[in-house]
Every structure is written in C-alpha cells, then in structure tokens.
C-alpha cells in the first residue's frame, strides 16, 4: 500500500507555471506506475499524465502534449508535473494516484492522493 500527499497548487494567470509535487509513503514506490490525474467542476476525473515505474516511458494526454511534464525521482519517492504555458481550461483538482495493476498507457488508479487545486485566471 501506498499513501500519497500532493502539493503545489495556487492561482496563476494565463501562460504561466506550476510544477506539482507527489510524496509517497512506503518502500516499493518504484513498483508503481504513477499518474496525475485531474477534475473540473462538474466533470468526470481524467487522466493528465503518466509515468512507469522506471520513469522510462511517459503518456500524456492530448491537451497536455508539449505544454507539461512528468518525472520522478524513485530515490525520493516522489513525482512531479512540471506545468507550463498554462491555460483557464486547465483549471481542475489535481490528483497524483499510483497502480500496480495497470499500464501507464491505460492507467486507473488505485490509490489517491487528497488533491491539490491548479487555478488558472485568463
């Protein structure tokens, strides 16, 4: 089992920044596959980005492609989402989740973290 706790969310104008954090409890984290996931008001929660647990491959999520960043330091036990020129329609709860079960192409989550609001003002 794994617990995770995100952090580095806020408001931040149109084309501007962010980079999210994801610390991990436990001593297998580099067995997951990690992926941050995120939900709007009103809509379902999607998929962002996601990692293997090598951190050798990525997916990303078309919206996001060129614009953010995934990584992770297995050392640490933490993943991160390095957000740039961001956008209002990025406006959501961002949620950091780990698997055991899935691939990084067609991730689910099993675990979740409590979220972290990402606010972008236009």
């Known amino acids: 089992q794994v617990q995770l706790v995100e952090s580095g969310g806020g408001l931040v104008q149109a084309g501007g920044s962010l980079r999210l954090s994801c610390a991990a409890s436990?001593?297998?984290?580099?067995?997951?596959?990690m992926g941050w996931f995120r939900q709007a008001p009103g809509k379902e929660r999607d998929v962002v980005a996601t990692i293997t647990p090598s951190g050798g491959r990525t997916y990303y999520v078309d919206s996001v492609k060129g614009r953010f960043t995934i990584s992770r330091d297995n050392a640490k036990n933490t993943v991160s989402l390095q957000m740039n020129g961001l956008k209002p329609e990025d406006t959501a709860v961002y949620y950091c989740?780990?698997?055991?079960?899935?691939?990084?192409?067609?991730?689910?989550?099993?675990?979740w973290g409590q979220g972290t609001q990402v606010t972008v003002s236009s």
């Open positions: 436990g001593r297998t984290f580099s067995s997951y596959t």
């Open positions: 989740a780990a698997t055991l079960l899935s691939s990084y192409a067609t991730m689910r989550g099993d675990y």
